[in-house]
């Protein structure tokens, strides 16, 4: 089988976290994981409507892959 890949910055995963304060609180910290923890689960879902399968993290990149056509 033939395979398309695509490499994708990790930062880009976090999307609409903007946001690299450091937490003052155990109740910041934890509503900001669950924050990111959405964008993330977002942005792999929106490429998994696209066929794009999360294949390895690779230091700062994500690397996908989906049959080629």
Request: aromatic share 8%; hydrophobic share 40%; net charge negative.
């Amino acid at each position: 089988m033939k395979w398309n890949y695509k490499v994708v910055s990790v930062d880009s995963l976090f999307q609409g976290s903007n946001d690299h304060d450091i937490a003052v609180s155990t109740e910041a910290a934890s509503a900001r994981r669950a924050s990111a923890g959405e964008g993330i689960e977002k942005a792999l879902n929106d490429l998994g409507k696209d066929s794009w399968e999360l294949v390895s993290i690779t230091g700062e990149f994500g690397i996908f892959k989906k049959p080629a056509n």
